[in-house]
């Protein structure tokens, strides 16, 4: 690893990242502020890129078909 400023911090949580939650540029979520829709509940339709630079719609790109959403929050904004 290099110099005292590039150390790694480690939260309770085992999220690793540069800085302590406390330091000002990462906030924990308020008490009462969502995270995402709960488990099993139907999501409204939305549109992304796809890696290959097309728009795909959710609902149509799965059909009837039953799909896993997974969101991904990194430990450094």
Same mark, same amino acid.
């Given at each position: 690893?290099?110099? !005292?400023s &590039?150390?790694?911090y480690?939260?309770?949580?085992?999220?690793v %990242? /540069?800085?302590p939650? #406390? !330091?000002? &540029?990462?906030?924990?979520l308020?008490?009462?502020?969502?995270t %995402? /829709?709960?488990?099993? #509940?139907?999501?409204?339709?939305?549109t992304?890129?796809?890696a290959?630079?097309?728009?795909?719609?959710?609902?149509?790109?799965?059909?009837?078909?039953?799909?896993?959403?997974?969101?991904?929050?990194?430990a450094?904004?």
């Amino acid at each position: 690893m290099g110099s !005292d400023s &590039q150390l790694e911090y480690v939260d309770e949580f085992g999220m690793v %990242g /540069p800085r302590p939650i #406390t !330091d000002g &540029q990462r906030q924990p979520l308020a008490v009462d502020e969502t995270t %995402g /829709p709960e488990v099993g #509940t139907r999501l409204p339709d939305f549109t992304l890129q796809s890696a290959g630079g097309d728009t795909v719609s959710f609902h149509e790109h799965r059909g009837n078909e039953k799909a896993a959403v997974v969101f991904f929050r990194s430990a450094v904004w």
